[in-house]
């Protein structure tokens, strides 16, 4: 069954620093999105990203946030100036946008920011 | 208007016996409500989901149930197994590929 990848499955990062995380989406998707959790908590949506544009940005995706598909198979979140508060675990969705819709998620990238 | 609000937080049950859990939606314009499945350390997965032109849908031991008009809908699972022991979302979107809005989560345990 296709799988949304993403990389690392963990990082660890110090404050202030720029992360840049990774997800290849599933190949013929074309709406891809990044959803974080903080631990313990519900599953918050950031961005949604089609035809090599943001569709849609939560409050939370603010100018620290950008999102880049740099070839035609992956899709990265880039997080500059990393706080505490964004320790979270990072998930990578994509969706063919048709049928029965449905998103396929990755199995998440946990980020702390130390 | 965008909150999905699900209970309970978290839920024990035996085995073999039937799990219900409860979402409820104010925004109008959701028109696709999908139910996740998480276990540890892994990302969501799609268990099932329902439009709001029907009012239940079944796959194996799981079912939905959707009330339109209270804006309500529910998750049952029977014939519950130590297998399902997992973490639900229930999540609501205007369209099936636009944002998914998240419940807060419910935290199953299936006793042996």
């Known amino acids: 069954e296709p799988e949304v990848t993403q990389t690392p499955s963990h990082q660890v990062t110090q404050m202030g620093q720029e992360v840049i995380l990774r997800c290849v989406p599933i190949s013929n998707h074309l709406y891809f999105y990044w959803y974080r959790q903080i631990l313990g908590q519900k599953v918050e949506f950031l961005v949604s990203f089609y035809n090599n544009e943001i569709s849609e940005k939560s409050e939370i995706f603010d100018d620290q946030f950008s999102v880049e598909r740099p070839d035609g198979s992956n899709f990265t979140l880039k997080i500059r100036s990393t706080k505490l508060e964004d320790s979270a675990m990072y998930f990578c969705?994509?969706?063919?946008?048709?049928?029965?819709?449905?998103?396929?998620f990755g199995s998440g990238t946990r980020l702390t920011v130390v | 208007q965008q909150q999905v609000k699900q209970s309970p937080q978290s839920l024990i049950v035996q085995k073999g016996g039937i799990s219900i859990i409860n979402c409820a939606y104010e925004n109008t314009a959701f028109d696709y409500f999908p139910w996740y499945q998480q276990f540890p350390g892994k990302g969501p997965a799609l268990l099932i989901a329902?439009?709001?032109?029907?009012s239940e849908k079944k796959e194996g031991r799981f079912t939905i149930s959707f009330n339109k008009s209270a804006k309500q809908f529910s998750l049952h699972i029977m014939d519950s197994q130590p297998g399902d022991s997992a973490t639900y979302f229930c999540a609501a979107s205007s369209t099936g590929f636009q944002k998914l809005v998240f419940g807060t989560g419910t935290r199953l345990l299936v006793s042996p």
């Open positions: 969705a994509s969706s063919t946008g048709t049928g029965n819709y449905g998103y396929t």
């Open positions: 329902i439009r709001p032109d029907v």
